[in-house]
């Protein structure tokens, strides 16, 4: 018995494969977030001050993405998702 190639069969199962596909990509693809930044600073030498607006502004869900220190000082860069 000779198996015979169905085209139609074939390209009906193609197409409901692509869709199943593009449909769960489509389902999971996330939003990108849009962030906003805010700056913390010390101009006089280290402390526990700074320390502690650090992680008050993690209570508010900042995280800190940069640090900078000099002789004047020190800086924080933090940024949390735009609400």
Do not use: C
Not at 3 to 27: E, P, R, Y
Not at 35 to 45: C, D, I, P
Not at 57 to 65: L, Y
Not at 69 to 81: H, M, P, T
Request: glycine share 6%; proline share 2%; net charge positive.
């Amino acid at each position: 018995m000779k198996t015979k190639f169905d085209i139609k069969s074939m390209a009906f199962g193609i197409m409901l494969g692509s869709v199943a596909v593009f449909s769960i990509a489509a389902a999971t693809r996330e939003a990108t977030p849009v962030w906003e930044y805010q700056f913390l600073y010390q101009l006089t030498a280290p402390n526990r001050n700074l320390i502690g607006a650090i992680n008050e502004a993690a209570i508010e869900h900042w995280e800190v993405v940069g640090y900078a220190s000099s002789e004047n000082g020190q800086s924080v860069l933090l940024k949390r998702a735009k609400k």
